[in-house]
């Protein structure tokens, strides 16, 4: 994910997937497995995470189905 601020390596944190609004969403424990910098004004770090525990099937099948529909 793309971010505006820098996490250290292993931490834990919580996360909101938003995919139909900014103001709702799932929320999801993970542990952040890297950090790099980017060329960006706002959005600065690349943070890869695990998550804690497996996405929902509902969940993953949403995320499938706004991928193919924004390809």
Do not use: C
Request: hydrophobic share 45%.
């Amino acid at each position: 994910m793309a971010t505006r601020r820098s996490w250290a390596s292993e931490e834990r944190i919580a996360l909101t997937i938003h995919l139909d609004s900014a103001y709702q969403g799932n929320a999801a424990q993970a542990q952040v497995v890297r950090v790099t910098e980017r060329d960006h004004p706002l959005w600065k770090f690349d943070v890869a995470v695990r998550f804690a525990e497996p996405l929902s099937e509902e969940l993953l099948a949403r995320i499938e189905a706004k991928a193919y529909a924004r390809a």
